[in-house]
């Protein structure tokens, strides 16, 4: 059984940063794609940012240059650094696993995040 545990959650003031991690019991990490998501209260769940085995990224235009994706293979660990943070950032945030051949997919519980001042 895969199991995603996310931290780093947090209250952080506008313009700050925070950064999330994601601890994977998986087997190969390598083999899964990583994607980040967030939920706001009322809103749907939306895609932050995405990132392959082999390190290539993509991000939602609304973090582009704020956020960054990484991930540490070996110790099956990703990771969302997020800078220059807004009161709109604020949300639960996901991390989500998905195994690049089968597409099993895989979540954690999600850590929240809150941009106030």
Request: charged share 15%; with cysteine; net charge positive.
């Amino acid at each position: 059984q895969v199991q995603l545990v996310e931290s780093g959650g947090g209250l952080v003031q506008p313009g700050g940063s925070l950064r999330l991690s994601c601890a994977a019991s998986v087997n190969i990490f390598g083999l899964y794609v990583v994607r980040w998501y967030r939920q706001a209260p009322g809103n749907q769940r939306e895609l932050v940012a995405a990132i392959t085995g082999a390190g290539t990224t993509n991000y939602v235009d609304s973090v582009k240059g704020r956020f960054t994706i990484s991930r540490d293979n070996a110790k099956k660990m990703a990771y969302l650094q997020m800078n220059t943070l807004k009161p709109e950032d604020t949300a639960v945030y996901y991390c989500n696993a998905e195994h690049f051949r089968s597409k099993a997919g895989y979540w954690g519980q999600g850590t929240q995040v809150t941009v106030s001042s």
